[in-house]
């Protein structure tokens, strides 16, 4: 039997209906804060996702879903025959420029994330014309790390951004209140009360400078007693080493300096803005200065929304501010900040609700004898028209078949159609949960079923 790859899998019903519940309401609260649908490819250039996210962190080096597109040159499926040759391609491959479309291949990648595709698409089509933009972006992310309960190699993002030239007010720690803000409001709204925001700032890139020296400085002594992961941070991007897992390494991970003691008065004056307008709008916070987030574009504020019920892949969000993510991908100055929902997460989060966002059949018909599918087609569409939820059934079923459909199906209602009901054009409705029946004239229909809830 073909099985759904490890890390993937089917969303069903009942679920089905809770994510399009989070969806809907989540639509609702960008709309109140004037954020516009951006939907970007699922694949992209493996260079975007190495020059912004960091060679060096877990999400490029270990996690990505790469491939080498066959150039038009490489033959046609038929010739070439089937499974083509793939070709694992490193990081180093995808540095080296892009390739020309004609001939040759492309290295290719699943995107881990959406924030390198939205900041490529504000470049390429020179969105600094707007002002500011609130972008989001809902959809399928692919990492490939170790499948474990809120851990998906497949999984889905509801991604925010906000972006645009300075001129525009895209730095102002108005933003970043405002975004955090915008995360309570829809936690909230969406029931989740459990929630911390845990929050930093990782400052910009001359406070960097001189964290990421001393944090070189600090783990020169202590480096060959960590992994080799750390051994290979602490020379390349020392900032990395906080990604570490390893128990072992713990101990010396936290007697590491913080950034809080390198931020320069900018940043510094930054942060504390932010937080004065998050206490200011009463929006609960913990400083957290460990906190630097597992991508290397992230600048100044830092942060990641935690649930307690979720065991040990408890961040249900993070996000933060990236002011030089636009340039480093040759665009121009477009400092923006943003956040990214794990919809698998909070979807988790949400179950015991789950019941009640279910939409059950206001009425299950069952047309009883033969010739009855026809007038019972007809009424079911009729019903429909009325915006009324209708499983109908089938004349082939005996009455206690079609009794037992509909109480699995949940209906509240059967409509029996049977011979005598459409010549008579009067129909039985049956309660199922009280057991009363009525007989109904075909004009009053509607109404009774509507009013039965
Ligand atoms: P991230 O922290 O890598 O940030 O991912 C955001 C959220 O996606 C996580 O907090 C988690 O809920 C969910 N997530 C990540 N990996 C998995 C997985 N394997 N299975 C299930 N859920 C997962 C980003 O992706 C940034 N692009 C966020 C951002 C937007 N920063 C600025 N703008």
Not at 5 to 11: I, N
Not at 50 to 62: C, L, P, Q
Not at 224 to 230: E, L
């Amino acid at each position: 039997m073909i099985k759904a790859v490890r890390g993937t899998r089917d969303l069903l019903p009942p679920d089905t209906a809770l994510w399009n519940f989070v969806e809907a309401a989540v639509r609702d609260v960008f709309r109140a804060y004037n954020f516009h649908e951006i939907r970007t490819p699922i694949f992209e250039e493996t260079q975007l996702f190495a020059r912004s996210v960091g060679e060096e962190t877990d999400i490029v080096a270990k996690e990505m879903y790469t491939w080498e597109d066959r150039g038009r040159g490489a033959g046609s499926l038929s010739s070439s025959g089937w499974p083509p040759r793939s070709k694992s391609v490193s990081g180093a491959d995808s540095r080296s420029g892009s390739f020309a479309e004609s001939d040759r291949g492309q290295s290719l990648t699943l995107r881990p994330e959406n924030t390198a595709g939205i900041v490529r698409a504000y470049i390429e089509h020179k969105m600094w014309d707007r002002g500011l933009n609130k972008f989001y972006a809902i959809g399928p992310m692919f990492r490939r790390e170790r499948p474990q309960k809120g851990r998906y190699r497949q999984f889905y993002q509801i991604d925010a951004e906000v972006i645009g030239p300075p001129s525009a007010g895209s730095e102002s720690p108005a933003r970043d209140a405002e975004v955090l803000e915008l995360v309570a409001t829809l936690l909230d709204r969406l029931g989740i009360r459990d929630w911390t925001l845990q929050l930093n700032s990782v400052g910009c890139s001359n406070d960097r400078a001189a964290y990421n020296d001393a944090l070189r400085k600090a783990l020169e002594p202590v480096a060959t007693k960590m992994c080799t992961d750390c051994q290979r941070r602490a020379v390349t991007n020392p900032l990395r080493v906080f990604d570490c897992k390893v128990p072992e390494d713990q101990p010396i991970i936290e007697k590491l300096p913080r950034i809080s003691q390198y931020l320069d008065e900018s940043c510094r004056k930054h942060f504390e803005q932010v937080k004065d307008i998050l206490k200011s709008i009463g929006v609960e916070f913990h400083e957290n200065d460990r906190l630097v987030r597992g991508l290397d574009y992230y600048t100044r504020t830092a942060f990641e929304f935690t649930h307690g019920a979720l065991g040990a892949q408890n961040a249900i969000l993070g996000g933060g501010r990236y002011d030089g993510l636009s340039e480093s991908l040759g665009g121009p100055s477009a400092p923006g900040i943003g956040f990214a929902i794990g919809e698998d997460r909070l979807v988790l989060a949400l179950k015991e609700s789950a019941e009640a966002v279910q939409h059950k059949p206001d009425v299950y018909i069952a047309p009883l004898g033969p010739g009855t599918d026809r007038a019972a087609a007809r009424l079911a569409r009729e019903l429909r028209h009325h915006d009324l939820v209708v499983e109908l059934g089938d004349e082939t079923f005996r009455l206690k078949k079609s009794f037992e459909a509909a109480t699995r199906a949940g209906a509240r209602l059967i409509l029996i159609v049977g011979e005598n009901e459409v010549q008579a054009d009067t129909f039985a409705l049956k309660n199922l949960a009280t057991g009363e029946q009525v007989s109904v004239p075909h004009a009053e229909l509607v109404l009774r079923i509507q009013s039965a809830g």
